[in-house]
């Protein structure tokens, strides 16, 4: 599997690898985007896919614990 990266080198997440690393499902995930609490990186020539960039996670999860 081959990763996206940005400019800088960032390894972009999935919405599956975030899911795992908070301990929550995919579907909790999703609703966290649809509602807009977490920000997402359209990629793909439709722009189905969703990368999250790691800043926009750490923001996230600092949300949720603040």
Not at 19 to 26: I, M, R
Not at 38 to 56: K, N, T
Request: with cysteine; aromatic share 4%.
């Amino acid at each position: 599997m081959t990763r996206k990266t940005t400019s800088a080198n960032i390894q972009l997440k999935t919405v599956k690898e975030v899911a795992c690393e908070d301990n929550v499902s995919e579907k909790t995930v999703r609703r966290a985007i649809e509602a807009g609490l977490l920000e997402v990186i359209r990629v793909g020539p439709s722009g189905r896919l969703l990368r999250i960039h790691p800043d926009a996670h750490s923001a996230y999860r600092w949300r949720l614990h603040r």
